[in-house]
């Protein structure tokens, strides 16, 4: 029950980072590049003073450090670029899906175990997803931005598959953000075609929540108890994020709530019941 707890504390978290990026950048308080390059200091600078309180000293180094930033990079640029046009729980339906396939492709190439309950609670999870996104049967979606976000979802996905590796969870997280912030900060410098900075005050506190808060404190968590799930459950587990997301996006942005997403929900929370719950007396 414990770790249920955690996860689902966890993947609060994540979906509130979609309703803040989405809150920021819907009302033009920021642009997309320095949300994503805030949010990255302000969760280097979070991790930083909680490994010198917790640890007494910072280790940057670490098994698939490499990869751990590379994701970091992808996942959070590629989240605030898709967010200047999609709203949050949609943008979190594309980022999740694409998450669980790229999970789900590691854990086979892991050779997980794959009971059969797993890929049928999968199949109706990722079923309830791609049914809202039906052309012509859900709402319509930029192909750029889709794109966007679908990266950003292979981007996730991989930075997950790596943290599974760490070990000590909050050391890895800090040192994820402490290397990728910088290179961020620069990419946003050398990247033609990016805007100018744009921020006000607003923009810039919904970042700095979104990147000490949701996104430092929630990523250590999320490293934390990583090794405790198989890759296959960890991606299921992290298909009740849109659902979490649509509805903060109905609450605090004004989204639409309709019947096909209130069905959608059920088949995704379903399908994640079916996978990560254990059978009775097994």
Request: aromatic share 8%; with cysteine.
């Amino acid at each position: 029950m414990r770790l249920f707890l955690l996860v689902a504390l966890t993947m609060t978290a994540f979906a509130a980072n979609s309703v803040l990026n989405r809150l920021a950048l819907a009302g033009g308080a920021i642009d997309a590049m320095s949300f994503g390059s805030i949010r990255l200091l302000a969760g280097a600078g979070m991790l930083a003073i909680l490994c010198v309180g917790l640890r007494g000293k910072l280790r940057l180094g670490g098994p698939a450090r490499l990869t751990g930033v590379l994701s970091l990079l992808l996942y959070i640029y590629g989240f605030s670029a898709a967010y200047d046009v999609l709203d949050a729980g949609l943008g979190a339906l594309i980022l999740f899906g694409v998450v669980q396939i790229t999970m789900f492709a590691g854990g086979i190439l892991a050779r997980e175990a794959m009971p059969a309950r797993r890929w049928i609670g999968a199949g109706l999870a990722f079923a309830g997803l791609a049914w809202l996104l039906w052309p012509g049967g859900g709402p319509q979606v930029s192909p750029v931005h889709g794109l966007l976000m679908a990266a950003a979802g292979v981007g996730w996905g991989l930075y997950s598959l790596a943290g599974r590796k760490s070990g000590d969870a909050l050391q890895a997280t800090a040192a994820n953000f402490i290397l990728a912030a910088p290179a961020g900060v620069v990419l946003g410098l050398v990247v033609p075609g990016v805007p100018a900075v744009q921020a006000d005050m607003q923009g810039i506190a919904v970042a700095v929540i979104s990147g000490a808060v949701t996104s430092g404190m929630g990523y250590a968590l999320w490293y934390a108890i990583l090794p405790r799930l198989a890759s296959s459950v960890a991606a299921v587990a992290q298909l009740t994020v849109p659902v979490i997301a649509m509805a903060g996006g109905i609450v605090f942005l004004g989204e639409a709530l309709t019947a096909q997403f209130a069905l959608a929900a059920a088949l995704v929370l379903g399908g994640v019941g079916i996978s990560v719950l254990p059978r009775r007396g097994s």
